[in-house]
Each structure stands twice: as structure tokens, then as C-alpha cells.
């Protein structure tokens, strides 16, 4: 029987959401993406384009998403539908919906690998595998376990696993009781790591990596890293945040608890970076060492402190989980539409979902090893996946969800959805109209190369004072005015 008769779930108690939104929010993205990136686009500047980023866009993106789910009330196709035909536009607006499922899928095809490095570097802590006392033979170490598909096609396996078992199992059971101690324990981790690292002598130089602004260091490339790294951080336009938001109750406040997501993400970030750039620098490591970062550096510190290995097996634990609670957010979207859609009952679209993902991910899997060498333009089909859902896929997601909020929906729509102050709704419908998609534009003008060599290099400040001009002209025109009218 199809479930759309049903009465959708909603969460347990009023912090389910909060929890599962920050569960997906904070996982890989934090400990293993951000500070590689960090390291690779230069640090300071990158953190701080980076905290913009956030702010001015994913911020008011993840507020639109979540109002879409919940009044949309359904998987990300069918809320796209209802939003755009609820105010007189074309259904085919839910094309948007079918691309942010198909982005978390395509997420999650990579991320499987990535957190089966995190699963097997805790059975390498427990079986003594990782007692490498340097760098580099914790480099090696890194390279070994990927090069037999076997071992890491195991791992990644098991990650597949254990996210079908727990989205089969539902929202509550399945998802809310997870989270609920997963978050306080990574966090209580992170803190200790920071303790390490603030006496390996490393301290000094790893702040000023990540808070000294080097105007010099801000590339183009890096800028663009830095939104496509906020959508992904945020867990924006790829189907998760939106399905979480379709179980939200009416009484919750979006703004408040988008606020609350977005903080607990930005201040696990720091705190990965803070406790994984000491180690680094302490050690003479180059901070641009790619993917691997966190693999090489952080046993090093676990090995030289006292419990080490407890606490190293406690922190690959707490990666683990916090890579689950990231992972079962993204096949959320096709499992509810699965459900609600197609009669699938929650295991069997569970089910289904995972064996097309085993295949997908295996094919990234073996971009470690077999397929090292099946390349286009460059890039490995791991790279592919990551590259086009970050770069293109989910900016492009964001940019139609702020359009479609900002300008075509019926004005009332998304003012009774947010219930803000008006000065709070004002802020919003700025940074939607204007900030957000002209942010997310950069992105694409850059890819398609528009821009010359010397415009290329001033372009990031140009639209700035022109996002703030339009902006400003905007608040102050009449129609805007008329548009915020009490109603
Ligand atoms: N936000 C997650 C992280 O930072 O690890 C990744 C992610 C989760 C991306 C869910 C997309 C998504 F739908």
C-alpha cells in the first residue's frame, strides 16, 4: 500500500530535528574535508571567505529548504511540486527535487569510502596496526590500506551496510536515538585533542594558520572551494535537510534552529582544524597534504599522549558515528520518496537504495587502487562525484530553491513559514533574492571561465559591491516595501 495515506512521521521530541539536522550537518565535512581544504586553499583566508559563505548563504538556503519540507511535507520531488504549484508556477519546478536526491545519492557514493577509513583506521587502533611512530610511516600506512580493493571494497561495504540498517529502521528508532549521544561525544573528543595540541609545540603556528587573514593567499579557486565546501558542510540541496524538514512540527521555529545547525557545524569545523594543525606543524608536516590529512597526523598525537590508543579508539569511534549520521541523511530523500511515492515499504526502499549505492560506491572505491588511472580531464570517478555535486549540483540546487523562494512563490508563503520579525524576514529576503544567488552565480561564471585572466583575478569584490548595490536599491524601492507590508 502506498504510505502516502498514512500521517507522515514527525520527530520524538522537540530536539529531534536539531539533533538529526546537526547529525547530518557535522560529519566528514568538518573533520576530514574542511581542514584539508584548509590546508590546500591557504588557511586564514579560506576560514574566513569560508565563515561568509555560511552565513550569507548557506544560512538563508537551509532556512528555504527546511520551510519547503515542512510545508511541502514530502520527499524532495513531491515538496518542490506542491511549493511551485501552490503559488501558480510550473510543476516542473520539482526537477530541482530530483537533483538534490540525486546529489545526496552521489554524495554518499563517495562518502562511504571515505568513512570506511574511518572504520578501518578504529579496527587498525585496535588490532595495533596503526603503532607507526612518524608521518610518514603513517603516510604509508594510509597508502597501503588503499591499495587492495578488497580491504577498502570491505570497508566501504560495511559503511553501506550499517547506513541501510539504520535508515530501514526509520526516523525515530533508527535515526533520532543515534544522535542523541553521538554529537556531545565527538565534541568532548575534539576538546581533548585541542588539550594535546595545545602543548605539542605546534599551538602557535596553527592558529595563525587558521586566523591570521593573508589577503595574498585568497585565491579564486579558493573562494569557490569555500561555497561549494558550505553547501556540503550545511548538507544543502542534496535532499537531506529538506526530507528532515517535511518531519518537523509547525511549531518549531526554522530561523532559530537553522541558526543553532549552522553554529554547532562551524564550531566543530574550527575545533577539527584546531586540534589537527598543531599535530601538523609540530611535526614539520605540510599542511597541504590532500586527503589523507587527518590519517597521517592525528595517530602521531594519539600515540605520543597518555591513554592514547583508548582515546584514538574512542575518536575513530565518534568519526565513525558521526560519518553515519551524516550518511543516513542522504539517502533519506529516495527512501521517502520511495515510500510516499511508490508504495515501498521504509525496509525494503532501504534495501533497495543500498544495493544501487554498493555499485556506484564500489566503482569509487576503486579510484584508490584497480582504477587509479581511469581518468577524465583529471579527475578519478571519486573526484567526479565530489567535483560535480560541490561544484554544480548543489550550488545549482541552492541557487533554484533561494529563486523560487525569494521571487515566484506567493508572498505570503514563506513570511507565515518562517514567522519571523518583519526586520528579521527583511534580512532574509535580501540575503535570498540577492546575496545568496549572486554568491552561488560566482561559482558558475568562474567554471564557465566568462571572465578574463585580470577581471578573473578582481571579480569576487566586483560582485560584492554589487550584490551590496542591488541590495541597497532594492530595500529602499517601493515594491519591496509592498512586498513586506504587514499583513
Ligand atoms: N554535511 C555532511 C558533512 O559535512 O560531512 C555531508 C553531507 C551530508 C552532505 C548530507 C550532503 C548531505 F545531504
Known amino acids: 500500500m502506498a504510505s502516502s495515506d498514512q ?11 536539531m539533533l538529526a539536522a546537526t547529525g547530518s550537518a557535522v560529519g566528514l565535512g568538518n573533520i576530514w574535508k574542511f581542514p584539508y581544504m584548509t590546508g590546500e586553499y591557504g588557511g586564514g583566508a579560506f576560514v574566513l571567505v569560508y565563515l561568509i559563505c555560511i552565513l550569507a548563504v548557506g544560512v538563508p538556503v537551509m532556512m528555504a529548504e527546511i520551510a519547503f519540507g515542512r510545508r511541502g511535507r514530502g520527499s524532495p520531488i513531491d515538496a518542490f511540486r506542491r511549493m511551485a504549484t501552490e503559488s501558480g508556477r510550473s510543476p516542473v519546478w520539482s526537477l530541482l527535487g530530483w537533483m538534490s ?24 587502533t585496535l588490532s595495533g596496526g596503526l603503532n607507526a611512530g612518524s608521518v610518514e610511516a603513517l603516510a604509508a600506512v594510509f597508502d597501503a590500506n588503499n591499495a587492495s ?10 559503511v553501506t551496510l550499517a547506513t541501510m540498517v539504520i535508515v530501514g529502521k526509520g526516523v525515530q528508532e533508527g535515526i533520532e536515538k543515534n544522535v542523541r549521544w553521538m554529537m556531545p561525544g565527538l565534541v568532548l573528543m575534539l576538546v581533548l585533542l585541542i588539550g594535546f595540541g595545545a602543548f605539542s609545540g605546534g599551538f ?13 593567499s585568497l585565491s579564486s579557486a579558493g573562494m569557490l572551494a569555500a ?14 535537510i529538506l526530507t528532515y524538514g517535511s518531519y518537523l512540527p509547525k511549531s518549531a521555529s526554522i530561523g532559530r534552529t537553522t541558526l543553532a545547525v549552522a553554529l554547532a557545524d562551524t564550531v566543530v569545523a574550527l575545533m577539527a582544524g584546531l586540534a589537527i594543525f598543531p599535530v601538523i606543524f609540530a611535526n614539520g608536516m605540510d599542511p597541504a597534504s590532500g586527503p589523507g590529512l587527518i590519517f597521517m597526523s592525528l595517530p602521531v598525537a594519539f600515540q605520543a599522549m597518555p591513554l592514547g590508543t583508548l582515546f584514538e579508539v574512542l575518536f575513530f569511534v565518534m568519526l565513525s558515528m558521526a560519518a553515519l549520521t551524516s550518511s543516513i541523511s542522504m539517502v533519506e530523500a529516495t527512501v521517502s520518496w520511495l515510500c510516499d511515492s511508490k508504495g515501498f515499504t521504509r525496509r525494503s526502499a532501504a534495501w533497495s537504495t543500498g544495493i544501487v549505492l554498493w555499485l556506484v560506491s564500489t566503482a569509487a572505491m576503486l579510484s584508490f587502487n584497480l582504477g587509479a588511472d581511469w581518468t577524465l580531464a583529471g579527475r578519478t570517478f571519486f573526484d567526479w562525484l565530489d567535483y560535480l555535486t560541490s561544484r554544480w549540483m548543489m550550488p545549482l540546487g541552492g541557487l533554484g530553491t533561494v529563486i523560487l523562494a525569494g521571487f515566484l512563490l506567493d508572498k505570503h508563503v514563506m513570511r507565515d513559514e518562517l514567522d519571523l520579525s518583519p526586520t528579521l524576514y527583511t534580512l532574509w529576503l535580501l540575503m535570498a533574492r540577492y546575496v545568496s544567488p549572486l554568491g552561488i552565480l560566482v561559482i558558475f561564471a568562474d567554471q564557465l571561465a566568462l571572465f578574463t ?34 499583513r
Open 227 to 240: 561555497l561549494g565546501h558550505a553547501f556540503f558542510t550545511l548538507s544543502l540541496a542534496a535532499g537531506a
Open 204 to 216: 602557535g603556528e596553527a592558529l595563525a594558520f587558521l586566523f591570521s587573514f593573508n589577503a595574498g
Open 101 to 124: 536526491m540525486l546529489a545526496g545519492f552521489m554524495i554518499l557514493s563517495f562518502y562511504v569510502v571515505v568513512a570506511g577509513w574511518s572504520f578501518s583506521y578504529l579496527w587498525k
Open 7 to 17: 500521517p507522515r512521521a514527525q520527530w520524538l521530541g522537540r530536539w529531534g530535528f
Open 149 to 158: 580493493p578488497w580491504n577498502l571494497g570491505f570497508w566501504s561495504t560495511l
Open 453 to 486: 585572466v585580470s577581471f578573473a583575478q578582481h571579480w569576487p569584490w566586483l560582485l560584492m559591491i554589487l550584490v551590496a548595490m542591488i541590495a541597497v536599491g532594492e530595500f529602499l524601492s517601493p515594491r519591496l516595501r509592498t512586498s513586506l507590508a504587514p
